[in-house]
Nanobody
């Protein structure tokens, strides 16, 4: 099992878009759980999106703007972020639980594999 590696962060103006990518595992899987979290300075880590098979879950703060997906091998996870707002500024982390019996929770306790973050900054 590899440590997930996230990429794709950067600086963008309000209303812009970014696509985050994360190599979360090696090999192919039928199903597993992967998620994106974010943490702003002085704030708790917040789950923003998770995925299990074809089921996706989002926090209320990003619903309708962010979209999580996986590749066919289910060893990578993506986060398409549209309509970015200044309050979306944070370090974004990907996380994985490779057990087929996992639950795609937005709680950090549901994941045992974490990568380093990628910074997303939204400002004019």
């Amino acid at each position: 099992q590899v440590q997930p590696v996230a990429s794709g962060g950067g600086s963008v103006q309000p209303g812009g878009s970014l696509r985050l990518s994360c190599v979360a595992a090696t090999g192919s899987y039928n199903r597993n759980c992967m998620a994106w979290f974010r943490q702003a300075p002085g704030e708790n880590r917040e789950g923003v999106a998770s995925i299990y098979a074809s089921n996706t879950y989002y926090s209320d703060s990003v619903k309708g703007r962010f979209f999580i997906s996986q590749n066919d091998a289910k060893n990578m996870v993506y986060l398409q972020m549209n309509g970015l707002k200044p309050e979306d500024t944070a370090m974004y982390f990907c996380a994985a639980n490779l057990r087929p019996s996992c639950t795609a929770t937005l709680a950090p306790e549901g994941y045992g594999s974490w990568g380093q973050g990628t910074q997303v900054t939204v400002s004019s």
